[in-house]
């Protein structure tokens, strides 16, 4: 008997879920250069408070539910799944590596996670666990930064066409990105979020239904990012030359 309304209770729970999952079209991957937090705040970026430091790379910043019917993503869409850090326990290093604010003042991790998965994870009809692991593996498989070295766009201080960059995550993905930008030294734009689109099962990269409107002239910034720059405030000398 206990078995069977072992059973009963789980049927009635995954009913609950199902009826409160909310439709959507796609999921927007959007990853962080993090050297454009480093162009802004006086050129301050900063370590997370309980957090490793970031890999020297494009960083996961949000996996948002879209909803083109609303052309906005879904937001808080159920309450029934608190937060519980203990559940990401398996992927905790590719969090601290690939999942960090390195906004100043310096922010936590946690708290970082946790506004994630209230805002969108809820409405992503993943759990938690999955949710995190779905936006580190589809991050992995992107490989931005080397899609765009692929191309010869290189985190440099060069000025590189916005269009090129869009080509090269192209090349490699097979669909286009949004691309945003900005405004750092240099009175110029510079590289800051890619936006990539996400079939709703979590795993297949799509041509975006929608994208966002970019913030970037035809030529942008490509900024370095190296972890001695945490913590660290930089002068940028007005007289260098930009290609």
Same mark, same amino acid.
């Given at each position: 008997m206990a078995a069977r309304g072992t059973i009963t209770l789980c049927l009635i729970l995954g009913l609950l879920a199902a009826a409160n999952a909310v439709p959507f079209d796609?999921?927007?991957?959007?990853?962080?250069?993090?050297?454009? /937090?480093?162009?802004?705040?006086d050129g301050k970026c900063c370590v997370p408070k309980d957090g490793g430091y970031p890999a020297e790379d494009f960083l996961v910043e949000s996996f948002q539910p879209f909803d083109v019917s609303i052309n906005k993503p879904l937001v808080s869409c159920r309450n029934s799944e608190p937060f519980d850090i203990d559940k990401l326990d398996p992927i905790e290093n590719s969090i601290n590596n690939y999942w960090s604010n390195i *906004?100043?003042?310096? /922010? /936590?991790?946690? /708290?970082?996670?946790?506004s994630a998965w209230k805002s969108y994870g809820v409405c992503s009809r993943l759990e938690q666990l999955d949710y995190f692991k779905a936006a580190l593996e589809l991050r992995t498989q *992107?490989?931005?930064?080397? *899609?765009?070295?692929?191309?010869?766009?290189m985190p440099v201080l060069d000025m590189y066409s916005l269009d090129k960059i869009k080509w090269a995550v192209k090349q490699k993905l097979g669909v286009t990105p949004g691309v945003l930008c900005n405004d750092g030294p240099f009175a110029k734009q510079h590289l800051d979020k890619v936006y990539i689109c996400v079939d709703t099962d979590a795993k297949t990269f799509i041509e975006c239904p929608k994208l966002p409107a970019t913030t970037c002239t035809e030529s942008i910034i490509f900024h370095p990012f190296y972890t001695w720059m945490l913590n660290g405030t930089f002068a940028y000398d007005s007289k260098i030359m930009l290609n």
């Open positions: 796609f999921f927007y991957l959007v990853l962080k250069w993090p050297g454009s /937090s480093c162009t802004v705040s *906004a100043c003042p310096p /922010s /936590s991790t946690v /708290s970082t996670l946790k *992107a490989d931005v930064l080397g *899609a765009l070295t692929d191309q010869g766009i």
